[in-house]
């Protein structure tokens, strides 16, 4: 090799283990650098024919000044690589992007379809959309500011509970007028504001996020409030048209009706159906009827003003489980009635009115017991056995 002459200069570059990490930004749908872990390595080789220097020292310089250009060469173009791949991500994913994240100011995206819910809260596949999705406490309280398929049924037991402990024990005698009707009263407001409370807190805690095992613990909270509402909001009508008998006969009654509600529980808390459940509180329900046929006759007691809201608090009752039993209407207009009208909001709103006239009919019977001569009046104008029977108050209670 000549001084001054020609002489060629080999660079091997290479960089590796740079890392470059992807993502996409939920809100602002802009693409950043995130963890992706995506790996490069940029191998080269130049080849380049420069002019000896007269000193090494020269040519060493010279050999890096080459290689750094030919490293920023190589960086600018997968600089652009990179960039046109993040065009691309960010285009195919503007459209996923829209329908999965949860925009501040949105509340439909809060929502979901019945398709992406649990088993568990599969149970109605006429309500196509309006779910809320699994949360944790504070989602389900949150919930109740915004609308949902379940709003109607929150809101209408929510207001009844609130009515309730405002109004009702206003009306009620309860200690005044001694023991017996004391009892009364307490069975009263405990049946009227008991399915309100249960349904509640089934309604607004069912997509908790704490499993089946804790949802179907709610569903028998549920139940029980509705049986406490049958079983023990119906003794003061149970009490009352037994109240002019004899009082062994108004013992046997109140503990056959005892035995018959328990019985109902029992077989409530294990039904796994609406119709299984609806059914185990048919015996329970039928002794009522029956009571509710001697009360037409006047025979052991009951305000006879009373008997329209008796009828109307079984009758209604009996209307508003069916319809929801049957899922109507949205069984024939399905994804239609998401949000209201659908058989579960139907079947809230006459349970209320059935709970009213139970409040109305227990009312008059409570009128009417506190009056010592109603079992003589009722007896004379009775052509029953008992028309000699004397004015019965339970005190013993």
């Not at 802009?30 to 000896?52: D, E, H, N, P």
């Not at 005044?176 to 009263?188: A, K, P, R």
């Not at 000699?388 to 005190?395: G, L, N």
Request: hydrophobic share 45%; glycine share 6%.
């Amino acid at each position: 090799m000549q001084p001054g002459g020609w002489v060629t200069i080999t660079t091997t570059t290479t960089i590796t283990n740079s890392k470059c990490n992807l993502g996409l930004n939920a809100t602002s749908n802009r693409v950043w650098i995130s963890t992706c872990a995506l790996r490069y390595s940029i191998s080269f080789a130049g080849t380049l024919l420069v002019r000896q220097p007269r000193n090494a020292d020269v040519r060493t310089e010279l050999a890096g000044e080459v290689t750094k250009s030919f490293v920023a060469a190589k960086f600018a173009a997968c600089e652009q690589d990179i960039a046109d791949n993040f065009a691309a991500i960010t285009a195919d994913s503007d459209i996923t992007v829209e329908k999965n994240v949860q925009k501040p100011n949105s509340q439909d995206v809060y929502l979901k379809s019945w398709s992406e819910m649990p088993t568990h809260l599969q149970f109605n596949p006429h309500i196509k959309t309006g779910y809320r999705p699994i949360t944790d406490i504070k989602g389900c309280l949150v919930s109740l500011f915004y609308f949902h398929n379940e709003t109607v049924n929150i809101l209408t037991h929510g207001l009844a509970i609130l009515y309730i402990l405002l109004r009702i024990p206003n009306f009620l005698p309860w200690w005044d007028e001694g023991v017996y009707l004391g009892i009364i009263s307490w069975c009263h407001f405990i049946g009227a504001i008991s399915p309100w409370i249960g349904s509640f807190t089934y309604h607004l805690f069912m997509n908790l996020n704490y499993g089946e095992a804790f949802y179907k613990k709610l569903l028998k909270l549920d139940m029980l409030g509705i049986w406490v509402c049958q079983s023990v909001g119906a003794v003061p009508m149970i009490s009352a048209s037994v109240h002019c008998l004899p009082a062994v006969l108004w013992h046997l009654t109140m503990l056959i009706y005892v035995f018959l509600s328990l019985w109902g529980l029992l077989k409530a808390m294990k039904a796994k159906s609406p119709w299984e459940r609806r059914l185990c509180f048919s015996p329970p329900f039928m002794m009522r009827m029956i009571f509710l046929v001697l009360r037409y006759f006047n025979v052991g007691g009951g305000a006879p003003d009373g008997l329209t809201h008796i009828i109307l608090q079984d009758l209604v009752a009996v209307i508003g489980g069916t319809v929801g039993a049957l899922r109507i209407p949205e069984k024939w207009l399905p994804g239609q009635v998401d949000f209201m009208l659908n058989s579960h909001n139907i079947m809230h709103v006459i349970v209320v009115v059935a709970v009213w006239s139970m409040h109305e009919a227990t009312m008059q019977d409570i009128k009417w017991m506190m009056d010592p001569s109603v079992c003589l009046v009722s007896s004379s104008t009775s052509s029953s056995s008992f028309s000699s029977s004397p004015i019965i108050r339970h005190d013993e209670l």
